[in-house]
């Protein structure tokens, strides 16, 4: 039996997605959990594979047992294993799909919000959650700014190092700047993304938010297809995977 799953996770002491040798991650987590209670070894296969530090408020995985389940008793039995192990990890919905379905194949779009925090005083509700940033970022501009990213394009100047997908070249769907009263909300989307695309974007953007860069450079950078000539990459800690469409 395939099953799909919907998860929530606090990404701040995970080494990110996948599972490596030197500390725990997303889906170490949840492949032990499986083990806990049906004691198969199972992978549990990612949408999205989410870096260090960063969060989800809807990642999508998918994964195979040979002994079949109700979609209600394998969300409680996934989330009990879960707190046992203390994992920053929640499933919020299990469904039961047909065995072509691929969380990461099957995927036709994919969303992620970044937030930054635009003022002086630290946050201690938000900590490890938010970008501060502790003097003033001119939104417009940024917005101005922006409008170069849309479309499709090579994004080499947006790619981090170690990237391994194939083609810098990629279709950005949508890029929002959204302010909600001290908070500046980046939501794009995209069908897939290259590595540290999102953060770099933010992190160019937001040079011109704070007068470094003007708006229009945005398209000179990204004409350069170069990443030296792009802006630091964000803080992992702002950035949050939270829509997969299939």
Wanted: hydrophobic fraction near 40%; charged fraction near 25%.
């Amino acid at each position: 039996m395939r099953y799909k799953i919907t998860i929530e996770y606090d990404g701040t002491n995970l080494l990110g997605w996948q599972k490596q040798n030197e500390g725990v991650s997303v889906q170490y987590y949840l492949e032990e959990a499986i083990k806990g209670f049906s004691h198969q070894e199972v992978e549990v296969v990612g949408a999205g594979r989410t870096d260090a530090g960063v969060h989800a408020i809807a990642q999508v995985a998918h994964f195979d047992l040979d002994t079949s389940m109700d979609e209600f008793h394998l969300q409680e039995a996934l989330n009990a294993r879960l707190r046992i192990l203390d994992a920053p990890v929640s499933v919020l919905d299990v469904q039961i799909v047909n065995d072509d379905f691929h969380a990461r194949f099957s995927a036709t779009h994919r969303g992620y919000i970044y937030r930054i925090l635009n003022r002086r005083a630290p946050t201690v509700l938000e900590k490890n959650r938010v970008w501060v940033v502790g003097y003033p970022l001119d939104v417009e501009k940024m917005r101005e700014g922006a409008k170069y990213l849309l479309g499709n394009h090579d994004f080499s100047s947006f790619r981090g190092a170690g990237c391994q997908a194939k083609s810098p070249i990629k279709t950005l769907d949508k890029i929002d700047i959204i302010v909600n009263k001290d908070e500046i909300d980046f939501i794009v989307e995209a069908k897939s993304f290259i590595y540290h695309q999102v953060r770099n974007m933010v992190g160019t953007l937001k040079c011109v938010g704070d007068g470094k860069l003007n708006p229009e450079d945005v398209k000179i950078i990204l004409e350069k297809k170069d990443r030296r000539f792009a802006g630091p990459t964000a803080p992992a800690c702002g950035l949050y995977l939270n829509k997969i469409i299939y």
